[in-house]
Structures are given as C-alpha cells and as structure tokens.
C-alpha cells in the first residue's frame, strides 16, 4: 500500500501562539509558533503540571478528530476508486453505485479565552496561560524549570 502524507493547517491567535493541550492534566496553554516551527521541541513540558511527553502528543482534542476525519475520507476514496475500477474491469458483471461519503473538515481555531502572558524567567521565551493558573509559577514548557 502506498504511503499518503496529510498537510493540516495548526492554527494561531491573534498573537501567533499555538494552543496545546497537556495529555496528562488535559488544561491548555499556547506557546510562540516560532518556537514550534523552529523543530527544537522533541518533547514539551506543562507549564501546570510540570509533567513532559513527546511534542505530538500536546495536539488539542479538536485537532485530533480533524486529524481522524482527514485520514477517514482519504480511506473512504481509496474504496470509492477501488470500487469503481472493479466494476470496470468485471466487464459489467459485477456493477455497482454504492458510494461511500466523505464528512467536511471542521474549522479549526483557536478559542479566545482569557489567558495571560508569561515572559520565562529561564529562557526569556514567552507562554500564554490561563488565568486561573497559580500566582505567575508554572513550569517552563521548553525546559521544565519552575
């Protein structure tokens, strides 16, 4: 089977910063996407818990079921085509106008709930979080210093 690559646009807010969400504790917090495009986070911390994973695995919920939908209708083309090509070359023995439907791709974006702005005393990077985060304490994303 061939190998199929997807391209899904991540979105940002008006400042630029990507959302992430924790796997663990599951809050969000966004960070720079410079910081995202420059390909330095292998993994990430969260600025709450403090806990680290892989960078794939702080992809928002939201971005997860478009992610699954891209994947669904490329396999449902795939069946269409292949049904399509069987009942060509049955010669019109094996005939067939099931189609199977591809869903729209939600929008994706990202909320505009009250978060504040965060210079990082460690590495003078930027983090937006919510404003119910305790005092200004909350782990650097990029090292996991407090």
Avoid: W
């Amino acid at each position: 089977m061939d190998k199929a690559d997807f391209k899904i646009n991540i979105p940002t807010d008006v400042d630029g910063y990507v959302e992430l969400q924790c796997p663990f504790c599951r809050d969000t917090f966004r960070i720079d996407s410079d910081d995202v495009l420059s390909n330095d986070l292998s993994s990430v911390y969260c600025p709450y818990c403090g806990l680290t994973d892989q960078f794939d695995n702080f992809a928002t919920d939201e971005l997860k079921e478009v992610a699954q939908q891209v994947i669904i209708n490329h396999a449902n083309q795939l069946i269409n085509e292949s049904l399509k090509k069987m009942g060509k070359s049955s010669k019109g023995v094996f005939k067939t106008k099931s189609k199977v439907v591809s869903n729209p791709i939600k929008n994706l974006y990202v909320k505009s709930h009250d978060v504040k702005f965060l210079t990082l005393s460690c590495c003078g990077r930027h983090v937006k979080v919510s404003l119910n985060s305790v005092n200004n304490e909350v782990y650097c994303p990029f090292c996991g210093i407090k």
